[in-house]
Nanobody, 121 residues
Framework: VQLQASGGGLVQTGESLRLSCAAS????????WAWYRQVPGKEREWVAR???????SYSDSVKGRFTISRDNARTAVILQMNSLQPADTAIYYC????????????????WGQGTLVTVSS
C-alpha cells in the first residue's frame, strides 16, 4: 500500500493549512490513519489518529486546533490545521494500518513520503 501526501506549504502564524494523504494499492480494510511530524534532528512526534471513522485523538500540542478526518470515497485522510504556530513547523507524515485481504488478512502498515509545513512568525 502506497501513500501520497500533499498540502504542505509556507504560511504565517494564525493561518490554516489542509493536508491530505491518499492510499493506493490492494486494501480490504483500514483500521486507523495517523499523522506524525518531525523536525530535523528531533524524534518523530505523534500528532493525531483516527480509528474507524469517528474515534479521533490528538496530542496535547495540537488539540483544539487540528482536526483529522477520513475521506472514505478517496481512501484518504485529511488533517485540517488551524491557528498554526511556528512550533508546528515540521515535516508531516501520514500513516495507515489495515488489512489487504479478507481471509488471510495480510496486515499492512504504510508511511507517506512527508510534506513540509513551515509557519513563519
Amino acid at each position: 500500500v502506497q501513500l501520497q501526501a500533499s498540502g504542505g506549504g509556507l504560511v504565517q502564524t494564525g493561518e490554516s493549512l489542509r493536508l491530505s494523504c491518499a492510499a493506493s494499492g490492494t486494501i480490504f480494510s483500514i483500521n486507523s490513519w495517523a499523522w506524525y511530524r518531525q523536525v530535523p534532528g528531533k524524534e518523530r512526534e505523534w500528532v493525531a489518529r483516527i480509528v474507524n471513522s469517528f474515534d479521533d485523538s490528538y496530542s496535547d500540542s495540537v488539540k483544539g486546533r487540528f482536526t483529522i478526518s477520513r475521506d472514505n470515497a478517496r481512501t484518504a485522510v485529511i488533517l485540517q490545521m488551524n491557528s498554526l504556530q511556528p512550533a508546528d513547523t515540521a515535516i508531516y507524515y501520514c500513516n495507515v494500518q489495515g488489512y489487504q485481504e479478507a481471509i488471510y488478512r495480510r496486515p499492512f502498515d504504510s508511511w507517506g513520503q512527508g510534506t513540509l509545513v513551515t509557519v513563519s512568525s
